[in-house]
């Protein structure tokens, strides 16, 4: 499985220095694929609408949020713009975001 994290936005965002965070699951320790794992299957991922609490017109300094998630045939993108509302989807991003 591979997943992509992509950050866009926030009060301090400089392009150029926010590459996506890759993982390769395959690439992990066991015990690191099998979190990765439930943390997906705690949210649903594969169920999730593409776009959740998208910024309202206007709204500026807000953090989007972009999951890229292809896992063989399975293959799904969800964006998410701050606040994240979901504890499960901000456990998701949390672990995500400390592969970086």
Do not use: C, W
């Not at 690191?32 to 609408?49: C, M, R, T, Y």
């Amino acid at each position: 499985m591979r997943i992509q994290l992509k950050v866009d936005g926030g009060l301090a965002f400089f392009p150029g220095l926010s590459k996506p965070i890759i993982i390769d699951s395959d690439a992990l320790p066991d015990q690191q694929a099998k979190k990765l794992k439930q943390l997906l299957d705690e949210v649903h991922f594969f169920d999730l609408p593409p776009v959740i609490n998208a910024p309202s017109p206007g709204a500026a300094d807000y953090r989007q949020y972009t999951i890229t998630v292809d896992d063989g045939s399975k293959h799904h993108v969800v964006q998410a713009t701050d606040p994240i509302k979901d504890p499960n989807f901000q456990n998701l991003l949390n672990y995500l975001q400390s592969h970086r």
